[in-house]
């Protein structure tokens, strides 16, 4: 009994640890690495203690401009694919919450099953018809991509966030002489603005990071940060992983500190989205 | 009828881009094309092409090993820090920001940062295993290296899901459980085995099949740490499509292999799709 009350602790204490080395050591150290003057990088044993200093972001500056290019394109498909996605979730999440039917209840089945069809599987059919519309290496195409890939998500979560709103309201609004868009905006929408906020951690959190279609469908002008930084990682030599620490640390900052700031919307979304049906 | 047009972004977006697009790829897996030349109908032609092709069936093996060995491991772990977290731990909403994390972490960077961790001249990890004589990791010759470090990076990026839907299916089971167990003399190990295990058994298949659908897809990671080689020994399914579509041009056994990707995905769908039904009625009942 007594051997428990110092064992457990201690195993709980040692678990503890190797959840947060395993969780932000990976994180850490390239943030800390990229701030490690030259050589310091690949001092053998690594240093945890020195000077820092900004060179690696200064050299990324200059010798990589097309990186921040990259970053620009991030933030307009980022944009544009969370406002497309989360517009077009809300609206139909809306008409699934308050309406039933056989037709309506087989669909939501629909909507699960397609997010479960792996997204290069379209590319093949989509590359032709992209050329062809002239689409290719556009922020709209990647917008279009990406939005489509989570409406179905987000119509599931809208659904159940404003399922939970009273009908009583709506019917309340419609007395009073309110259009159908008009309740969505003004009752429907802020009281579910957490469902909102969680379909937006999603697709934000997609978009700004998405490799495979940004791969196939970009090439010079749309490209996004991700892939400048493929292409990073493909030209790089032993010597300039100072540059690419940088490089993604930049990328990855404004994602990290959105995400743990909005962790309560993700967890809610993470939940609901994929025990709810 | 007068919801229709609210429903119609939705549908378009998604007949638009995936749902027909996919059945358009079943045709284009019955013909044999190319840049520049018109399809020819050939029948199953090209599943055999792909099915008896040494290379796919390596890639196959290599995304299914991944699959079984990464998403199993990954549960374990899940399930254990679940348990932990629910056993009462201090700071407990800070670490579990902490395990969010890697939720942020694009895949690029994670190769960027596991390529650097294992480095076989620099990489803490690997200077920490050497250290401690343990093996290390011979990721860019040794293709079953390789794939381990692919696991890995795999395991990272995804614990957080799979960790959030253990623990708030551990969270939603009443104290009063263990409480009575307690009281009628369980010990920890049949508590859990008995008690907590099958409470959580809905969650864990839940899990586990959403795990498989996106595992199988697998290939950003895999992509930007070898490019599936040395020889195309570390080819995941995913990449043998884009490799047969983008490189070699044969648009016919990459459709064929598209096919074959959304049926396997299909088929665990459908096991997801009716084990949530089976939850939401038990949660009705």
């Known amino acids: 009994m007594r051997a428990e009350r110092i064992a457990i602790p201690l195993g709980k204490a040692l678990a503890v640890a190797a959840i947060l080395l395993w969780s932000l050591f990976p994180i850490a150290f390239i943030a800390l690495s990229s701030l490690k003057p030259g050589q310091e990088i690949f001092a053998v044993p690594p240093k945890y203690v020195f000077t820092p200093t900004l060179s690696h972001y200064v050299e990324l500056w200059r010798g990589w401009r097309g990186f921040f290019a990259g970053l620009l394109n991030s933030v307009i498909v980022t944009a544009g694919a969370t406002l497309l996605a989360v517009a077009a979730s809300t609206c139909a999440g809306y008409v699934y919450a308050r309406h039933g039917g056989r037709l309506l209840n087989a669909s939501v089945a629909g909507l699960i099953v397609v997010r479960l069809i792996p997204p290069i599987v379209v590319t093949l059919p989509l590359f032709p018809i992209v050329n062809a519309l002239r689409l290719n290496d556009t922020h709209a195409v990647l917008i279009i991509l990406y939005a489509a890939f989570f409406v179905s998500l987000g119509t599931v979560l809208m659904r159940t966030f404003i399922q939970q709103i009273p009908r009583e309201l709506d019917e309340a609004a419609a007395i009073d002489g309110a259009s159908r868009l008009t309740t969505l905006w003004r009752i429907i929408v802020p009281l579910a603005l957490p469902g909102v906020l969680a379909v937006s951690v999603f697709v934000i959190v997609y978009s700004w990071n998405e490799f495979l279609f940004a791969f196939i469908f970009t090439a010079t002008r749309a490209k996004t940060a991700p892939l400048v930084m493929s292409e990073m990682i493909g030209s790089i030599d032993g010597v300039d992983w100072g540059i690419l620490f940088a490089a993604a640390t930049v990328q990855l900052a404004p994602v990290l500190l959105f995400v743990l700031f909005m962790n309560r919307y993700l967890v809610a979304g993470l939940t609901a989205g994929s025990t709810k049906g | ?285």
Do not use: K
């Open chain 2, 1 to 285: 009828m007068r919801a229709l047009p609210l429903l119609a972004p939705v549908h378009v977006l998604i007949l638009g881009v995936i749902v027909l697009p996919a059945f358009y790829v079943v045709w284009l897996s019955l013909n044999a094309s190319s840049f520049g030349r018109a399809p020819v109908f050939v029948g199953l032609q090209n599943y055999i092409q792909v099915l008896t092709d040494p290379a796919f069936r390596a890639a196959l093996l290599n995304t299914v090993l991944l699959v079984v060995l990464a998403v199993h491991a990954e549960m374990a772990i899940g399930l254990g820090m679940a348990l932990l977290f629910a056993s009462g731990l201090p700071f407990r909403r800070f670490l579990l920001v902490t395990v969010l994390a890697p939720y942020a972490v694009s895949e690029v960077t994670a190769v960027v940062m596991w390529r650097f961790l294992f480095d076989p001249d620099a990489g803490p990890v690997t200077l920490a295993l050497r250290a401690l004589h343990l093996p290390t990791l011979d990721w860019s010759f040794t293709p079953s290296h390789a794939l381990t470090l692919i696991g890995l990076l795999t395991i990272w990026l995804h614990l957080p899901f799979t960790f959030i839907i253990i623990y708030a299916a551990r969270l939603a089971i009443p104290g009063e459980l263990h409480e009575a167990a307690r009281v009628d003399g369980a010990s920890r190990w049949q508590i859990f085995r008995r008690v907590t295990l099958p409470l959580l058994a809905p969650a864990i298949l839940i899990a586990l099949l959403f795990r498989y659908i996106f595992a199988f897809r697998l290939f950003s990671e895999a992509w930007l740490l070898t490019g599936g080689g040395p020889a195309r020994s570390t080819e995941v399914v995913a990449i043998y499509l884009y490799q047969e579509a983008f490189t070699f041009n044969a648009f016919g056994p990459a459709a064929a292999t598209a096919w074959i990707m959304v049926a396997v995905s299909l088929l665990l769908a459908a096991g997801y799709v009716y084990l949530l039904r089976r939850q939401v009625a038990a949660d009705a009942r």
